[in-house]
Structures are given as structure tokens and as C-alpha cells.
């Protein structure tokens, strides 16, 4: 007489494949390309009031920041529509 086994079978965990995760990557690239681009045309009407009274230097890091944030959406957006 043979006893059953007490092995538990795991079950295989999904691994997302390659093709997957590209097209993830490429979903999710086509609306941070936009926000980006649009977020870059539009982030220099910004800085028109804080430079039309003179930067005092409360406002210098924002500014700055300002400008910091503009490179990281020029950056996001450069190959929309490309």
C-alpha cells in the first residue's frame, strides 16, 4: 500500500514577460511625454510675475526651483510627438 504524498505542490508565480513590461513602460511614456511637453510651453508664464517685480531673496528658491523644474519637464517631454 503507497501513502499519498504530503509534498505540496507550489503553484507557479507569473513572472510579467518582456513584452509586457515594454508595453507598460510604453503606455505609461506616452502621458508623461505630454505632461512634459505641455508643462515645458507653459512653465515660462510663470516666471513673468516673479520677474516683473524683481526676485527678493524669499522668492530666490522658488525661483530656483522653478527653474529646476522646468529642465526635469523639458526632459519628460522632448520626444512627444516625435
Known amino acids: ?11 507557479p508565480t507569473k513572472v510579467p514577460s518582456a513584452d ?9 511614456a ?3 511625454r505630454f505632461v ?3 508643462a515645458a510651453v507653459s512653465m515660462p508664464f ?3 510675475p516673479l520677474l ?3 526676485l527678493t531673496p524669499a522668492e530666490t528658491p522658488i525661483f530656483v526651483g522653478l527653474l529646476l523644474l522646468h529642465v526635469v519637464a ?6 512627444y510627438k516625435q
Open 20 to 28: 509586457a513590461v515594454a508595453l507598460g513602460r510604453r503606455l505609461l
Open 46 to 48: 510663470l516666471y513673468v
Open 1 to 11: 500500500m503507497s501513502t499519498p504524498s504530503t509534498l505540496v505542490e507550489e503553484q
Open 52 to 54: 516683473f517685480e524683481g
Open 36 to 38: 512634459g511637453f505641455w
Open 74 to 79: 523639458l526632459l519628460a517631454g522632448h520626444e
Open 30 to 32: 506616452v502621458p508623461l
